[in-house]
């Protein structure tokens, strides 16, 4: 706790022990009635417990006037407060009001200053990826620098317990990282020599030197830390609303005051009946306490703030309170479908109607294609996990969008699509399976395909599953895959509706005709995995990156970007909004019903100071700690 | 050009406040306060000394409260 707020502590406690204490001396002095001298006399120790805990916001009420600014709420209490005393001196000798205004103001201000100060150190204890330092070899010597002054392409020593300080590749060493700050994902990722690293990681085991690829304010960590600390500077409706409210809330609360002290006893005068100033004047001074909008103005942006920092610790970066809104009111995603739903990566997954052994038919291939840059062949090399020796290889054919024609260790191999083997005049098994074939036969004679698939994501169906129980009408998927293989996608996965064969301006157009076909008030998201479907992120009414780490230009159209690829974030992002939004809304309603009420109340004499107080400090201290749970999401 | 400089502010009023001043200074053609991080980021119109203007900018915010404070 600061020191300041120490002090504060102290001037509430004397000041509280001296209006308690005042409160049960006079019993053994009260004469017949209330007598002006008692009274007098009587305020001597309320006026010492006031001042001390009023002093400064008396002080600020004065230099605020006389700079002008006169309706804030310091004059508000201030003049509150001393309206109650004057009430007690003139009528009845009941102090202990006027000392509780300033009293539970100022415990409500403290809490106030607490609270925030809290949830600023969770957050940045959240946001705690920012590296301090960065090791670098001087002279056969570590020397500790600041990061921003590492230039691209520096050797820099990461050691275990240190963070990864700038975006780089591994030259030496191999070590586990943990990418949980970034990504909320628990399990370490393993990197040796040639992998590419992301700053902000920690380094859990081993030496790691790295080169770096670029400089530290282009690295992933600054780019976050940007993104997260100008989130709040896109403002939601909601809070815009406020301030809008506020500004014309507290003039005209006070106005409102001034005529009930003035209007009731005027016309009753007019009436020829007794005008009860003392009556009118107390209520008016309700209206004042009440008044005060600081649950709203404070709760709101703190509540965003708090969601924003929450989501971010499980690697969903939400660019804006505004669109923490949209997210929340989310009732179609549409999603493309390769690299979001499905790994992006082709990988062989079976072989069928083979004579020979699979690894001999994959090797066959894998050495025809060895000359091919294509990701089949890629594919097949990779499956086939072995060196390839070249020399075994010779007399390469290839037949554009057909194939490849080699000799393999003296055979004559043919691997390649349909089209190849009707030109061959070898006849051939289609698959019934989806996916890409390739087709191999061996001096003439068929020998199987090989089927090659992009793999859908473990987690996609569950996705899938999750968005609907979320609340989403509708998912969406996008592909420009040929048909067969996009329906059987979208059956697996349980889709709603699926549009393929697309090209870029294909989804443009899709997404286009769904946000002028659905209510206005329902908002579309799309998800991609950013690298071709910038259009469609900033179209769509929330864009959705994943797996956008170290992508910038991701970062830089979605406005929503998932660190990791996993599509159960999207359902976790929505939930997090939702829950985020729900407590905005419920602070609102309940902040300005009670006020709404009390200020109902109070006109009509029904409450008393301590009812007002409460309406005032009572609600700030509930609001903020209801905008407090915006920080926590459950894990998984 | 764009600087961020540190702030002291009380209140969410006080900081919409303090921006709304800042915003109002000859020289800055944006600024935002984010109360949260007591973060206060300027952008500056083109050719304008950041630190005249910041200099501004302080006597503006003082004017309106003792308490608000920018470190330049």
């Known amino acids: ?89 003139y009528q009845n000798g009941d102090y202990a009001e006027a000392v509780a205004v300033m009293l539970f103001y100022q415990v409500g201000e403290l809490f106030e200053d607490y609270a925030v100060g809290k949830s600023r150190r969770n957050i940045s204890e959240l946001m705690d990826i920012r590296p301090d330092y960065a090791n670098v070899e001087q002279d056969g010597k570590l020397v500790q620098v600041d990061p921003d002054e590492v230039a691209i392409g520096t050797q ?3 050691q275990p317990g240190e963070k990864v300080p700038i975006d780089g590749r591994v030259v030496e060493g191999r070590s586990n990282l943990d990418t949980a700050a970034l990504t909320g994902e628990s399990l370490p990722r393993e990197v040796g020599a040639g992998d590419e690293v992301i700053s902000g990681c920690i380094n859990l085991n081993g030496v790691l030197t790295i080169e770096t690829t670029k400089e530290f304010g282009e690295s992933t960590v600054s780019k976050i830390l940007e993104l997260v600390e100008d989130a709040s500077s896109r403002k939601a409706k909601s809070e815009v609303f406020i301030t809008k409210f506020a500004r014309v809330y507290t003039p005209a609360v006070c106005s409102a005051a001034l005529a009930l002290f003035l209007l009731p006893p005027l016309v009753r005068l007019a ?43 499980q690697g969903i970066l939400i660019k804006g309170s505004n669109y923490m809104e949209t997210l929340a009111h989310t009732a179609y995603v549409v999603m493309d479908k390769t690299g979001t739903l499905t790994q992006g990566v082709f990988e062989v997954s079976a072989v069928h109607h083979n004579k020979l052994e699979e690894k001999k038919v994959l090797e066959m291939a894998a050495l025809a294609e060895c000359a091919s840059s294509h990701p089949i062949s890629k594919s097949l090399q990779r499956a086939y996990g072995k060196p390839i020796d070249r020399n075994r290889v010779t007399d390469i054919q290839e037949y554009g969008g057909k194939g490849v024609v080699a000799q393999v260790d003296g055979h004559t191999v043919a691997a390649g699509n349909a089209k190849l083997m009707d030109m061959l005049h070898i006849p051939y098994v289609n698959c019934h399976m989806v996916g890409t074939l390739v087709h191999v036969a061996i001096d003439g004679a068929y020998h199987g395909h090989i089927l090659i698939a992009d793999r859908i994501k473990t987690h996609s169906q569950e996705a899938v599953q999750a968005l609907k129980a979320n609340g989403v009408k509708k998912v969406i998927m996008l592909t420009g895959d040929e048909k067969r ?32 076909r659905k209510d206005p008030k329902e908002k579309v998201a799309f998800v991609g995995d950013g690298i071709n479907d910038a259009p469609v992120l900033s179209l769509a009414d929330i864009g959705i990156a994943m797996g956008a780490l170290g992508s910038d230009a991701a970062i830089e159209a979605a406005d929503v970007v998932l660190m990791d690829d996993d599509p159960l974030k999207i359902s976790k992002a929505i939930r997090i909004a939702r829950k985020c939004v729900g407590i905005v809304y419920q602070n609102i309603v309940f902040a300005i019903g009670i006020k709404g009420i009390s200020l109902v109340l109070g006109a009509l004499g029904f409450i008393n100071m301590w009812f007002a107080i409460f309406a005032d400090t009572g609600v700030l201290i509930l609001c903020v700690l209801n905008s407090m749970r915006c920080l926590f999401n459950k894990k998984g | 050009m764009k600087k961020s400089y540190k702030v002291d502010v009380d209140c969410a009023n ?35 000394d950041p630190q005249e203007v910041m200099g501004r900018c302080q006597a503006a915010v003082a004017k309106l409260d003792d308490d608000f404070k920018i470190y330049c």
């Open chain 1, 1 to 89: 706790m600061e020191k300041e707020d120490k002090v504060m502590i102290g001037r509430i406690a004397v000041s509280f022990i001296l209006t308690v204490a005042a409160a049960f001396l006079p019993e053994a002095w009260k004469g017949e009635g209330v007598s002006l001298e008692y009274r007098i006399f009587h305020l001597l120790p309320y006026l010492a417990a006031y001042l001390i805990v009023s002093w400064d916001i008396l002080l600020k009420a004065v230099k605020n006037i006389r700079k002008g600014q006169v309706l804030d709420e310091n004059f508000l209490m201030a003049v509150a407060s001393l309206g109650a005393f004057g009430l007690g001196i």
């Open chain 1, 156 to 158: 820099i020593i990461v």
């Open chain 1, 271 to 313: 009436m020829g009946e007794a005008p009860l100033w003392h009556m009118w004047l107390y209520r008016s001074l309700l209206f004042l306490v009440v008044s005060c909008p600081c649950a709203l103005v404070l709760s709101i942006p703190l509540s965003f703030f708090a969601g924003i920092g929450g989501a971010s610790r």
């Open chain 1, 485 to 516: 293989t996009a329906e059987a996608v979208a059956k697996e996965l349980a889709i709603d509706e699926v549009h393929s064969e697309l090209l870029p301006q294909g989804k443009v157009e899709q997404v286009e005709a769904l946000i002028r």
């Open chain 2, 14 to 48: 006080c900081a919409a406040k303090m921006e709304a001043a800042v915003k109002a200074t000859p020289g800055v053609q944006d600024a935002v306060l984010n109360f949260m991080l007591l973060k206060l980021k300027v952008t500056f119109e083109e050719g304008a």
